[in-house]
């Protein structure tokens, strides 16, 4: 199938660039292939909304979709010892850190307005099909995708509803994968995209949404925290934003450099719920959704070139996420326009398959620059110095931009990849989480029940381990097997078997989340996108 412009993902940034691309040349042929069984069925996201970007883009967008309905009224932050909730007065928060004039949305429901609205320019949209390579031609340029095979069973081999994939063929092609898509990590690794960028860094968010009771609820209140249960070493936070419907949004980020293997980012979420803060707002409550992904928390200096021969990277591919800000849905819509109008003109040129040298260029320079640049060494001070000091650094810095326009800092590196933080399991002791009680808190599998979560499961592994016994040896018997915990689905066990210990893959557990992919300590795992359609099914995150 041959098209002007193939792009992989029908999250924001791919559905922002569709659009942009037919609204200038209403001619263009553009397609949009998703994994996900249904638009936004694996978007998720906290989500507050910075609206600049969307009101450029589609500026109906607030009437039309339903999702401006909720402003943010009241912008609260705390930080959390184990019983307290502390109060940072506003006055001291920079001015890009306000959310007012922002909305409390469900972003994949706004992907699925976007996707109609798309559609109706004349987009193709093509959800629950997988792209699983990239296709080059002669030159090494990349001319368009492949599709995964569907029906294959557990050792690969074709079975009675076997369907081969397609190539979908294009000018350019635009991988709008969201974090650590695998398409991109070859992109990124065959063209050296990364040289000369720092070493992205990412988190684990987590969330839940909530119905409370109305006495509980305050539409568009949000806030925000940091501190307990995390230690002091450990970067993360959290995040409550009241929705519409009695719907309160619970949120909580583990950063993935953490150095204790013995640490479960999922757990530490339940404990943060029955902080006396949070457990007043959800006691009476019933837990409606859950889900988890990773989130690219690298920054201006970890973006690596965003374009190559063939395509381009955008959105979280291109890891355009404003850490303290805890947002990427705005720049992921600004980086498909940006992208749209330089692809645009490149068509109209009757150029193909080169290098968009001038959208690598023009990102710094956008809208996009101006709201990672000031933030950039948030991000490298919380890892060195801890949450206490490194939030403090960090605010003093983002002053000085505010006051001055410039850092006194300069541009500070990171100091190495999340994997490499880990550190052996005999340096630490193992942590006694609470057993779920059930009304608060909960387990794995009740909670990626309610994901949606689901895979055909007579099909190959899509979680590609290369080498068992270095798993064992290492993972296991270094690190004391951190995969069955920082893993949010269940889908890693060790099992202790009479030849030695086995890693069990439930893959069919998989929400898609690519912590595995990240922060396996000898980046021996890796994952693989299913069949097209399997994975969580996202109702209103």
Excluded at 178 to 185: D, I, Q, T
Aim: contains cysteine; proline residues 7%; negative net charge.
């Amino acid at each position: 199938m041959n098209y002007d412009v193939v792009i992989v993902g029908a999250g924001p940034a791919g559905l922002a660039a569709a659009i942009r691309l037919k609204q200038q040349t209403p001619s263009l042929s553009v397609v949009v292939i998703e994994k996900a069984g249904a638009i936004g069925g694996h978007v998720i996201s906290g989500a507050v909304m910075d609206p600049a970007a969307l009101d450029e883009l589609v500026p109906e967008w607030r009437s039309a979709s339903g999702e401006a309905e909720i402003p943010v009224t009241d912008d609260r932050f705390f930080y959390l010892s184990a019983k307290k909730a502390w109060p940072l007065p506003a006055l001291f928060m920079p001015r890009l850190m306000s959310n007012h004039g922002n909305f409390v949305v469900s972003l994949a429901n706004i992907c699925r307005w976007l996707a109609a609205h798309a559609e109706a320019l004349g987009v193709e949209i093509y959800p629950g099909f997988a792209a699983a390579e990239l296709v080059f031609d002669a030159e090494g340029a990349v001319i368009g995708v492949a599709t995964g095979d569907v029906g294959l069973d557990r050792e690969g081999r074709p079975g009675e509803s076997h369907q081969p994939g397609m190539e979908l063929v294009g000018c350019y092609t635009v991988l709008a994968e969201g974090v650590r898509g695998n398409l991109s990590k070859q992109a990124i690794a065959r063209f050296a995209l990364a040289e000369g960028a720092e070493t992205p860094k990412y988190g684990i968010g987590f969330k839940e949404v909530w119905q409370v009771e109305p006495a509980q609820h305050r539409p568009g209140h949000i806030q925000h925290s940091f501190g307990w249960p995390l230690p002091d070493s450990t970067g993360g936070g959290s995040f409550l934003y009241h929705g519409k419907d009695n719907q309160v949004t619970v949120g909580f980020v583990v950063h993935l450099d953490y150095r204790n293997p013995y640490l479960s980012p999922f757990e530490e979420f339940q404990r943060f719920k029955s902080h006396p803060a949070i457990r007043r707002l959800l006691i009476n409550g019933t837990r409606i959704a859950y889900g988890a992904r990773a989130i690219s928390e690298g920054g201006f200096q970890s973006v690596p070139k965003l374009a190559f021969p063939g395509g381009v990277l955008v959105g979280d591919a291109a890891g355009f996420v404003n850490v303290p800000r805890i947002k990427g849905s705005h720049n992921a819509v600004r980086s498909g326009m940006l992208v749209a109008d330089h692809l645009a003109a490149a068509l109209g040129a009757g150029r193909a398959a080169d290098t968009l040298l001038s959208y690598d260029a023009a990102w710094r320079q956008s809208a996009i620059g101006a709201d990672l640049y000031p933030v950039r060494n948030v991000k490298p001070l919380w890892s060195r110095f801890g949450t206490l000091a490194g939030i403090a650094l960090g605010g003093l810095d983002m002053w000085a931009h505010q006051l001055f326009g410039r850092s006194l800092l300069g541009t500070l590196r990171h100091a190495s990849a999340d994997h490499e933080a880990l550190e052996p399991a005999a340096r630490h002791r193992p942590i006694a989480y609470p057993a779920p009680d059930g009304n608060l808190t909960f387990d794995r599998l009740s909670s990626i029940f309610l994901s949606g979560v689901n895979h055909r499961e007579d099909q190959p592994v899509h979680l590609v381990v290369a080498d068992a016994e270095r798993q064992r040896r290492n993972e296991h018997d270094v690190f004391g097997g951190p995969s069955s915990r920082y893993c949010p689905a269940g889908v890693y066990e060790w099992i202790e078997q009479p030849a030695g210990p086995h890693l069990q893959i439930n893959a069919q557990n998989c929400i898609h989340c690519k912590t595995c992919d990240i922060k396996d300590p000898e980046q021996n795992i890796t994952w693989t996108p299913p069949e097209g359609g399997g994975g969580p099914n996202y109702a209103n995150m």
